[in-house]
């Protein structure tokens, strides 16, 4: 079996640089897999990856959002057969679940 190498941050920025280039991946893969001594395909999949990252724009609705807790108020109506033995310290109350902090 062999043992995995994970690409550092400068080798990175350097595939990066040289897709910003324009240069062919395949290209790019050639020679760095001589100089990295790396598999040449391996190097073609991470650069299609980087590629294709760069590709993705985000948009505003798929972003990441940030879920406030609401307040909970006394009197909240639990489910039937619903009990708590213990008083927890903190509770947070968000649209599909909520989280007891004891």
Known sequence: MSKLKFYSAEELQTLSDELNSGRVVTHIAKEY??????PRTG?????????NKKNVKV???????????????????LPSGFVFDFQPKRAEMYANHVRLYF
């Open 33 to 38: 897999a001589v100089k990295w001594n790396r």
């Open 43 to 51: 190097l073609e999949m991470k650069l299609y990856s980087l590629k």
């Open 59 to 77: 948009s505003k609705a798929t972003s990441k959002k940030v879920v406030q807790p609401a307040k909970i108020e006394a009197g909240v109506e």
